[in-house]
Each structure stands twice: as structure tokens, then as C-alpha cells.
């Protein structure tokens, strides 16, 4: 049932970048290898919107001519890399799943892919997302939903569904997406590869079609946290530590305390016990007094009233090339009044300045990264222990506190639960990223592809 | 009609200052003239909210003994002055105008206070204001409607309306008031003396009962320019061109745009010539296109918000503690939806970027206070010229711009209309102030009172 593995199921970064320095492969084969596979595993998994073989190709031209002259780009030099549909590609079409865009293409690259460009990356495609980034399904998209390699009759997640499946079935070592509220970590913990949100603004998010402004992050996806590693540090405006390069294996991570889920939702305790096995046993961190209320209460009313905002025009003009949940979505966040988003931005603030208190003396925040295995695509309520579990407040309850809160975090693989990946996130604060991968290269390492 | 003019009635602060140190008269003897003003015209105006003899004689002797002792804090030194009930004395009540606050007494001074006792000033009272400040009428208030000295059956205009009265009629030479959209410039062009508000932020707010903290703004009221000028230098936390003293009889003054008030709100036409009168023939600007929708609904949407955020509370637990009409208000201010609110923020960005266009290489624009004169106590619509005038709107046409961009704004006396004062209002950019006050200084003289 699973996806049979593609081209870079298994390969890292580094091994990729040494294969071709030592001439055991080209650039261009390697963007054949990631075209083929888009091609082939394509129908089945949804996972790209458009698939840019001539470009790719040239790009990787490029890349190999530059190489041969001695001009290295660094370790994403001549790497295939897919970019979710929400943020823009000069020259591609950009539907941002939605059926208002779709025969908009963008003249300029987003920031991040002119990071991309400049660090030698070859741009196969864009991958699918949940319509305007606008849910963590990953299965509302005027292009259809995007599939689990896993098992392809159930979601992606979302809204980075189409990358974190991309990654997933091996199609390529690397993709970029978007979080809003959990749509780089949620979808990369479904599909079992690894996912990261940097700091509010690390990676710049120009050229990203805003879904909420004040949490909007662009992230990596890659099979592990070390290429997110890599990636990130490629991508960054400006990467703490990486002068020091205290993100490698020579640091023994930081200091880390677990957060039991259960204080922010009563998910699926398979899934709480297969992620706490790949931590040492860490000390356990208890959440301040009300911190997960007003926490989801302030992500829920800034994001409503700016995503409300950004689609207003289109809402009265042409609601019906909404997609049906997504239009309801809208009009009750445009519903939301504006002394509700007032109080929410002096509540982040106040969420700001219980941080320090929030780590308790720990580097590091550890809590599985959803608290439940991929439900099936469409699939929007499921019984669990004979409750009645909502497929969307699930899957953003333990993602969605760090974007309010703007931190980096990360998931990496932690096994499978009835055959489904499940995901560890680590959270730290800004500055602090060394310490955070170095805490996920020191984890019992697990494989679940 | 009119109030018969009380001790401080023409006398600057200047002239009061020398005669405290010339020994014609003592701060404790200025305080009982002030006092006893109080007294006298409480009752016709409705100024004061809370008279503080004890306070304030102590206070005086203080002063005295200091002046006595060689210890001199400057121009405001032993000088009688009044402070808006929305602004908190530490020991005396604070009404904010509400019947929900009846027994609210702070036990610390707000910061501008911290700042009249620095300088040595001697607080007589605290003033009427508009309930919780939200509105420009001045008359609806737990402790009645303020009154206008020229005119006591007419509006003193608001929410400063006590601190403009107490000032027009004489009973002080100084008074801090707020102005969130004109709150101290419309009551003190109404009752014919000058307001300034400074830049956003220049004296602080710390301590002053919210309104729309976006656009709260601690003002001065006094007879003259020169005495706001001088008030101001002591209680703003910077300001420029304090060394240069630029601001006094020195320099011309900066070239001054002239704004016709019918681009902005179509008012009373012999107020704008009245006011255009005692200008130089200056040039006129035009306001970029669209400037004075985008700022109209900019203001509204975030004051709406905002102070509907101040009060949910309120609103939920005990709405008939507010006044009927200032309950309507908040009522229909909880229902702007949020996203109004983003696209406000987002405009109020975007009209930041236009200011030196408005200038249009002038360093002042010119333009009335109000654009009518002051209506009747409790009047919320009257005909002019066969029109039917909404008198909030009216009031607050001219001034609440200012707020939004957080520009300096001067209002000073500009003659009379049917023997009621007018304002000509003068606006800059922060760190032009000096120039501002120089182009006030340069004008034709005006006396109306």
C-alpha cells in the first residue's frame, strides 16, 4: 500500500552534494531522477501542481557547467528542490491551491527562492497546498488533495501537503513550505520526513502569499533534521550560531523538558509513548496557568481577522470559487470582531513575556508534533477511545502555540504508530538553533521509511 | 453672556513667572486665586470634576519655600494648573466622566503628572472630560456636560472640555488634557485658547485611562501658543530643537501650506475666512487623492476597535453604567469586524509613506480647528446654510487626521463668529515643532477673549 520509494528516499544532503563533486552524478541527472519521479508518483500522490521540466533542466545545466569551472554554490548546489504553490516562482504559475488563481504567474521570485537560486538549487516544481494555505488537511486544493505516501488514502497534512509528500515518496531531498500555524511541521510528521519553522522571520516571507502576516513562516523539509539544517542555514537572513557551527555533532544539544500533550490535547497516547522512546528521559515541564487557553484563543482570533483581511475583496466578488469549507472558514473569521484581535495582540504580548518561564530552565521543549496519525483524506471527525476526535483543532493544537509565540521549531521522524509516522518536535528560542539540532542528532536514531 | 473672566484671564506664563520671582506674588497666593476662580465659576461651567485645596496650598508652599531657598524648577514653578479627569493625580478620585468609576481613587501619578511636579507646577483639580474620553462634545459626562465660557449654553467642545473652560475662563493658566481624534485642540479651539498636541508618544501616556492607545496623545492647553510651547518643553521626554530654542521670536517661522477645510469636511464658510485672515497670503495644498477617505475610515476602524477593547468588560457586566449615548456607541464600535482592523493597520502604514507628499515641500499646513463654532450644548445635528450638520463628525473632521499619522498639531485663537472663538490649527512634522511655534508666533495677532 505504501508509495514505492523514489529517487532520494534515504539520501542526504551531504551524501548528494559529495556524489556530485566526485562525479559519480550530475546535476542533470539528478533533476531527471527528481522529474521522472514526479512524473511516475505524480497521479498517486498529488503532490505537485506543476512540474517545470525545461527549467529545471537548464538550471541544472547551470549548476553542472559551474561546478566543472570550480564555481561552488555550497551543499544545495545542483540539488532538485520543490516549492510549495503559495509562494511565487518567476515564470510558474502560482494557484495557491485556489481557483481564483489560475492563470496567475508571478514575474519576480519570492525571497526565498532567489535564496534558493543563489545557493545553486535546481526548482523541479511547485507542490501542493490546502487552498490558500488556509488548513492543516491539506486536502482542499482546487488541484485536489495532496496524498500520504504512507498510504495514499490518507491526508498529507497540510497546508505544505504536496512538499512534505514529495520528500516523503523520495521525489526529492528538499522542499520549501509555509507555516501559518503547524503546514511545514504537521504534514512532515504525517508523512514521516522532518520539518522546520525557523524564528518569525528568519527565512523572509516576500513573494509569500500572506495567509495570517503576523504568523506567516517560510520553512525546509527534508528527510531529516540535519539537511533542515543545511537548508535553513542557506536560506536565512541572518543564522545565529553559524560562525560556531555548534548545530553539528560536535555539541551535545541542550537541556530538555517534555511537554505531556495531554495539557494541550488529549490525543492518541500510542502516539505520546512511540515519541517520548526516541528522548532520553527528560525532565517534565509543566505549561503556566492558562498559557494553552489564551495561547489558542490569540492564534485563533489574529489569524481569523488577518486572513479575513486578505481575502475581503474576494469573499464579496466571487465567493463561489472558494472551495466550500474553506469559504465557510472565511466567513466566520471575517465575523470575528476587531476588539477580539486588539486583545489578542496584547495577549501575545504578554505570551512574549512568559517564555523564559515557559522553558523553565530547559534549552529545549519536547511534545510530539501531532497528537494523532494521519486520519484519511476528507476525513474530518474519527472516534478514538470511543471519543469523538476534530480532525482540524488536532492536528494544530501542539503546533500552532510556537507560531503565536514566533519560535523555531522542528519535528523529526519518531517511529510509526499503526504503520504511520509519527513526529517529535523540538522548540527552542531565537538563537538558540544550534542547540535545538544538536539535541535531534543526539536522539535514538529511527527510520520509518 | 459670557463668564466674567477669572485671575489667570491674559496673563502668560511668562508675566506670572516674573512676578513670582520679582515677589509681587506668591504661589500660595496664585493657588487661592486659582482656587477661588474654581469655586466662583464651578458651578456656571462645570469645569472641574475635583478641586484640591489641600493639595493644592501645600503644594503652593512648597513652592514658595523653594523659590525662597534659590531652588528654581523653571517657568511652571509654583504655577496653578488643572489636569483631565482621565489622567490619574495619585490620592484624588479619578471619574474618567463614568459612573463606572465613582470611588476610583490611583495611588500613583501618571507620568505626565510625575512630570507638572517635577516642574514644580501646583495641581489645583482635575477637569471634566467627555465620558471615558469618547467623544468631542464635552457634555456627556457622570458629572454633567462642561460648558463653554463665551457662551454657557454652548458646548466647551471635548473631551478636554473641563481643561479648555478652566483655561478660557481664566481659572488657570495651564491644563493637560488628551487628544485621541482633537480632544484637546477642539475644546480649546471652541473656547477660544490654544492646544498643542505633541507628536505621538512625545509626553508620555503612561497612567492616562485609554481611549484607542494608537492615537492617545498627552496635550497642553494654555492662553497662548507660547505658553503650550513652554509647558510642552517640560513635560515631553524629548524634544527637538530644545537646544537651538528655535521655537522662540528668532526665526520667521517655516513656509506654510494652506489646507481649504471644504477638501476635508464642508463646514462653515465664515469660519474658514475667519481663520484664513490671520494668515500671510500662503500657498494652498492639495491633499493626495483618496488621503481623506483612507484616513477618515482608518481613523474609525482602529479607534472603534481599540476602545471596544477597553471596555468589553464593561460592556458585558455592566452596560447601564454607561451613559446611553456612549453606550450606543460602543455597541456599534464591538461590531467593526477584525479585518477592518488589519486593513487599517495596513493603511495607516501606507498613509505614513504619503506624509511628505501632504507637505508638498511646505514645513506647516495651515488649515481651522473646527470647521463651525460651538454648537449648543446636548445639539447633535443643526442646519447651516440649509444643510442639516452632524455635529460629531463636524467637530472632529480637521483634527483626528493629525492622530492617525501622529503629526504635531497646534490649534491657536483665530478670531470670532458670532461671537464665538475659532481655531486656526497648525500641523508639522516631528522634530519641526520649533518651526511650528515660530510660524504661530509670526501670525497676526488675535485676541478673543
Not at 509562494?87 to 514575474?107: C, E, K, N, Q, W
Not at 514529495?166 to 520539518?195: N, Q
Request: net charge negative; hydrophobic share 45%.
Amino acid at each position: 500500500m505504501p508509495i514505492p520509494p523514489g529517487p532520494f528516499a534515504g539520501r542526504t544532503i551531504t551524501d548528494l552534494a559529495r556524489d556530485l563533486r566526485d562525479g559519480h552524478v550530475t546535476a542533470t541527472e539528478l533533476a531527471g531522477q527528481a522529474l521522472a519521479a514526479a512524473e511516475a508518483l505524480g497521479p498517486a500522490l498529488n503532490a505537485f501542481v506543476t512540474v517545470d521540466a525545461p527549467g529545471a533542466l537548464a538550471a541544472a545545466r547551470r549548476a553542472d557547467e559551474e561546478l566543472a569551472a570550480g564555481a561552488d554554490r555550497g551543499p544545495l548546489h545542483g540539488l532538485p528542490v520543490a516549492v510549495k504553490d503559495l509562494i511565487m516562482v518567476a515564470g510558474l504559475p502560482a494557484t495557491m491551491g485556489s481557483r481564483h488563481f489560475t492563470a496567475y504567474v508571478p514575474d519576480t521570485d519570492a525571497a526565498c527562492v532567489t535564496g534558493l537560486r543563489r545557493a545553486g538549487a535546481v526548482i523541479v516544481g511547485k507542490t501542493t497546498t490546502h487552498e490558500f494555505a488556509y488548513g492543516p488537511t491539506g486536502d482542499r486544493s482546487a488541484n485536489g488533495p495532496s496524498r500520504n505516501p504512507r498510504d495514499p488514502a490518507r491526508m498529507s497534512g497540510g497546508s505544505s501537503g504536496g512538499s512534505a509528500a514529495a520528500v516523503a515518496a523520495g521525489i526529492v531531498p528538499l522542499a520549501i513550505g509555509t507555516d501559518t500555524g503547524g503546514s511545514v511541521r504537521i504534514p512532515a510528521a504525517l508523512c514521516g520526513v522532518a520539518g522546520f519553522k525557523p524564528a518569525f522571520g528568519a527565512i523572509p516571507a516576500d513573494g509569500v502569499f500572506p495567509l495570517s502576516r503576523s504568523y506567516d513562516h517560510v520553512g525546509v523539509l527534508a528527510g531529516g533534521a540535519e539537511d533542515c539544517l543545511i537548508a535553513y542555514r542557506r536560506l536565512a537572513a541572518d543564522v545565529p550560531g553559524e560562525a560556531g557551527d555548534a548545530g553539528d555533532a560536535g555539541d551535545a544539544g541542550g537541556s530538555v523538558g517534555w511537554i505531556d500533550p495531554i495539557a494541550m490535547y488529549g490525543g492518541d497516547p500510542r502516539v505520546t509513548r512511540a515519541v517520548r522512546a526516541v528522548l532520553e528521559a527528560d525532565e517534565e515541564v509543566r505549561l503556566p496557568e492558562g498559557f494553552v487557553q489564551e495561547v489558542r484563543e490569540t492564534y485563533v482570533a489574529v489569524q481569523s481577522c488577518e486572513t479575513a483581511a486578505v481575502h475581503a475583496e474576494r469573499l464579496r466578488r466571487a465567493p463561489e470559487l472558494f472551495d466550500p469549507a474553506v469559504l465557510e472558514r472565511l466567513r466566520v473569521a471575517a465575523q470575528v470582531p476587531g476588539w477580539r484581535y486588539v486583545r489578542a495582540l496584547e495577549a501575545r504580548q504578554r505570551l512574549a513575556g512568559v517564555v523564559d518561564v515557559l522553558f523553565g530552565g530547559h534549552d529545549v521543549l519536547a511534545m510530539p508534533t501531532v497528537p494523532i496519525v494521519a486520519p484519511l483524506v476528507d476525513e474530518r471527525e474519527f472516534a478514538l477511545d470511543g471519543r469523538a476526535v476534530e480532525v482540524r483543532p488536532a492536528l494544530l493544537a501542539l503546533t500552532s502555540p510556537w507560531n503565536v509565540l514566533g519560535l523555531p521549531a522542528l519535528t523529526v521522524p519518531a517511529g510509526l504508530v499503526d504503520g504511520l509516522p509519527v513526529g517529535l518536535q523540538l522548540v527552542c528560542r531565537p538563537g538558540d538553533e544550534p542547540r535545538l539540532f544538536a539535541t535531534a542528532a543526539r536522539l535514538t536514531p529511527v527510520t520509518v521509511l
